[in-house]
């Protein structure tokens, strides 16, 4: 009678458990994806032609960044692992060093500062190249929704599938790992950065002018490498949950920092949609 009653009490633990969980992954993914389609609502309220095709050119030119990125950012691991003196033809046979090396390149400041600049230049040219190909993007709401579509793609290609496996592996929980919650913050950040790099590059391709389009890299390395530096460097003061508030902290004040330098830019490009939220 008692094991029976410790049977039912261990079912009901572990029901709660899994509720928890899931409740969790929403409440994550939410915070991950809602301020993007909130965002996408009040664009599509302007009632701009070829809003859907903005937004599927956004999706094509991320996928298409991360085909392009996809051998030199191999290339550049293999490299700094190699200089570090690893054997990276072990590493797909041996998950410890294996591990190690991720480890090694998750700190490398070199390596990080080289994905930024392939990142930050590859992204900024086939955005330019979209702008300056494609009619539709010619004017702000339209930009704003390939920036939108841009930002939401990376959620929903690389965020959550990884987000989706964690809540499937018995052997993590989701409540209790706050690299997921910031990893949700981030892709929400990073959405609204890639309409922000977008307005930048739009600009660029109007004025015909190359200044916003540097201006756009320059940003967005600053963005993907300033806050690991931080994080880095205080991580022995901070600890490992301390690393990942400063990063955050630091990706907020990087997009402030962007959004200050280029107000009066945005501010007018960004009018059609805060007039729709006024209303």
């Known amino acids: 009678m008692e094991e029976s009653k410790n049977l039912l009490e261990t079912q009901n633990n572990l ?43 956004g999706t094509f030119g991320w996928i298409i960044a991360q085909v392009l990125l996809f051998i030199p950012r191999l290339l550049v691991g293999e490299l700094v692992l190699r200089q570090a003196g690893f054997d990276t033809a072990e590493l797909s046979s041996n998950s410890e060093k294996a591990a190690q090396a991720s480890e090694y390149l998750a700190n490398h400041m070199g390596y990080i500062l080289m994905l930024a600049l392939l990142f930050g230049i590859t992204a900024q040219f086939i955005r330019f190249y979209e702008i300056m190909k494609f009619s539709s993007l010619s004017k702000t709401p339209p930009i ?31 409540t209790l790992d706050p690299s997921l919650l910031s990893g949700a913050l981030e892709r929400s950040l990073y959405a609204f950065l890639t309409v922000l790099l977008s307005i930048l590059v739009w600009s660029s391709v109007t004025q015909g002018n190359l200044k916003p389009l540097l201006q756009a890299i ?29 990063i955050d902290s630091m990706y907020f004040l990087v997009l402030i920092a962007m959004i ?19 209303s």
């Open 218 to 246: 320059n940003w967005h390395v600053a963005y993907l490498f300033i806050p690991q530096v931080v994080g880095w460097s205080l991580r022995t003061v901070v600890g490992d949950v301390g690393r990942i508030i400063v």
């Open 15 to 57: 029901q709660l458990d899994i509720m928890l969980e899931f409740i969790v992954y929403l409440l994550v993914l939410l915070l991950a994806a809602g301020p993007v389609l909130i965002a996408f609502y009040f664009v599509s309220k302007t009632e701009a032609p070829s809003l859907l095709q903005a937004t599927l050119l």
């Open 260 to 278: 200050f330098s280029h107000q009066s830019l945005f501010q007018e490009s960004l009018e059609p949609i805060t007039k729709r939220i006024d």
């Open 144 to 174: 704003i929704a390939f920036g939108l579509g841009w930002g939401f793609t990376e959620t929903a290609f690389l965020y959550t599938p990884q987000l989706t496996i964690a809540l499937l592996d018995p052997g993590q929980s989701l």
